[in-house]
């Protein structure tokens, strides 16, 4: 099943994001059979990150917010609030 996560920034967080995105990258990748899809949400000038969406394939809701809370920016604090959908693919790529 596939999930979208939308993961919000704390406000004035970004050196905390560019401090800590080496090892999400690194994270990510080592998840890359399940993280489908991924970057950051920028803000309304489309300059500064403000968070992140994931589209996870996952077995069920509970292991996909296990996945998320193993992210080096959720161990961070960098996360106001996450937001996860179920979610399921009808245009564009196969994921």
């Not at 949400?41 to 403000?50: F, N, Y």
């Not at 996450?82 to 564009?92: D, I, Q």
Request: proline share 6%; glycine share 6%; net charge negative.
């Amino acid at each position: 099943m596939l999930f979208v996560a939308m993961c919000i920034d704390k406000p004035a967080h970004v050196d905390l994001r560019l401090s800590t995105r080496p090892a999400h990258l690194t994270f990510l990748k080592s998840f890359e059979n399940q993280v489908k899809l991924g970057g950051p949400l920028l803000d309304a000038d489309g300059q500064a990150p403000i968070g992140s969406l994931l589209i996870i394939e996952s077995e069920n809701e509970a292991s996909a917010r296990a996945l998320l809370a193993q992210d080096p920016y959720a161990h961070a604090g960098l996360f106001e609030r996450v937001e996860l959908f179920p979610w399921k693919r009808v245009v564009g790529a196969d994921l």
